[in-house]
């Protein structure tokens, strides 16, 4: 054990990944009074959810993968007494359009009056504006009925249907595709897009995939903190995982970074695992392992059969620039409409036709994507002098891009992909977005992109998948277990987003695998 010398030969907990939900476990167990270690990969903790300078000699500190914050329950930042904070965005969304030749667009937020003035100015009355209330008003009542579950035992279906007590919105959201909702509640193409967005972050569907994983998408994305409000973190995602790292520590658990586990042998009672870093290999015994990581590593770490593979179906781009671009769309602030979503290509047809293309092989002719503005909410990101300058990050995440369409040639797939994505940007604004990017130390553009491909290699995740897997449904199924981290191996438990009610930035795996384990030591 070189890089464990003098520490413990065996621990109350090891948690294979310093990822954020293996930080929530470890500073709960550590708070309980568990001997704990963490064996992290890589150089740092953090996982997904980490800031960087990606852009050589720039002061812009970026949430380089994961970007915002609504699925972390609050209950976990009091536990863990965390310092760390997030502001609400006053803008939710804006979506722009073409109509009879004139830009136009959508933009929700800055006041209910704003937001029906809007929706009238694009649909040219009042209804639409009026269902938009109704379907969020439905979905707000599950968010605050099915949020609170998550840090629980797992409930059954039963019990979770009885909880929402709502028979249309439990049939809308949790047994018919909810394309059907969508189409049957809104008129324009435009406000049906903007809707079923939500239900295709990361997730490669059709608005009427009979596996419904485009409603389990929509609902992850419409419950954070019980009212679906999607936050920024201030001082970017790392923030939290600093703050995990630091109450992990600060409560005894070792978290040993550069520490690779390679295997995980078991009796049910007591396991060893075996570790690679720099210097050798080591073994270190514990009573329970926590395995931050995906259910395939998992499965390559205990020599189980693996799941099915995933695949993702995202392209990420960060960007810094020099100004905000203008909007071919006069009527709207472009630091309104930057620092909400900003929708591109994002019409309900738009989204049914680039996943047909993407489907089919091809990549989208109208790649669909999000942006927003971090700094515009946090500014502590960026150097003063960049803030001085009027310098703004940009973060785009595009949809229906699956790792299948790079798997010939990743690179040369992305560089046209990133080409055509900002294209479908620039359509919107009054000026190239090249013109206003920034560049580094080096004299190069302030952009870099990810695809599925670049985060399996960079992070490990099975086909670039930001969930690990499909996301179920916030209800036991067969063999789930009582708290849904559960595995075949009684001290062996699941703690990443591959669990039940894993994915997003939520630390829900975390809280709840370190909650079987007390629970079953009698804490």
Known sequence: MPA???????????????GHNGLVAAAYLARAGRSVLVLERLGNTGGAAVSTRPFAGVDARLSRYSYLVSLLPRKIVRDLG?????????????????????PTGLLVGGGERRTREAFARLTGGELEYAAWQRF????????????????????TRDELRLRVDDEEAWRVLFEEPIGVAVEDRFSDDLVRGVVLTDALIGTFADAHDPSLGQNRCFLYHVIGGGTGAWDVPVGGMGALTDALAKAARDAGAV??????????????????????????????????????????????LTGDRPPAPAEGAQLKVNMLLKRLPRLRDTEV??????????????????????????????????????????????????GPDLVEQGYQTLTLFGLHTPARLFERDNDAVRDALLKSTLAQLDAHLAEPLADCLATDADGRPCI??????????????????????????????????????????????????????????????????????LEELGD
């Open 82 to 102: 965390l310092d760390f904070r997030v502001r609400t965005r006053n803008v939710s969304s804006y979506t722009p359009v073409e109509r009879d030749g004139r």
């Open 333 to 382: 602030d472009p630091r309104e409409a930057f620092s909400g979503t900003f929708h591109i290509a994002e019409g309900y047809q738009q989204l049914a036709t680039a996943h047909a293309q993407a489907d089919a092989g091809q990549l989208p002719t109208a790649p669909p994507s999000e942006i927003y503005c971090h700094s515009l909410t946090d500014p502590t990101i960026l």
């Open 448 to 517: 870099e992109a990810k695809t599925p491909l670049d985060l399996e290699r960079e992070l490990r995740l099975p086909g670039g998948n930001i969930f690990h897997r499909e996301l179920s449904w916030p209800y036991a199924q067969e063999d789930a277990g009582r708290w849904g981290v559960e595995t075949r191996h009684p001290n062996v438990l699941l703690c990443g987003a591959g669990a039940v009610r894993g994915g997003g930035v939520s630390g829900v795996p975390g809280h709840n695998a370190a909650m079987a384990v």
């Open 4 to 18: 464990l010398e003098g520490r413990h030969r065996g621990y109350d907990a090891v948690i294979v990944g310093g």
């Open 255 to 300: 978290l040993a970074t550069g520490h690779e586990a390679v295997g995980i042998s078991t009796d049910g009672r007591s396991a060893e695992i075996t570790y690679r870093t720099a210097d050798g290999e080591g073994v270190v015994g514990a009573r329970h392992v926590l395995v931050n990581a995906s259910p395939q590593e998992l499965a390559a």
């Open 136 to 155: 969020y008003d439905m979905t707000g009542r599950v968010a605050q009925r099915v949020f609170p579950t998550l840090t629980e035992p797992l409930p």
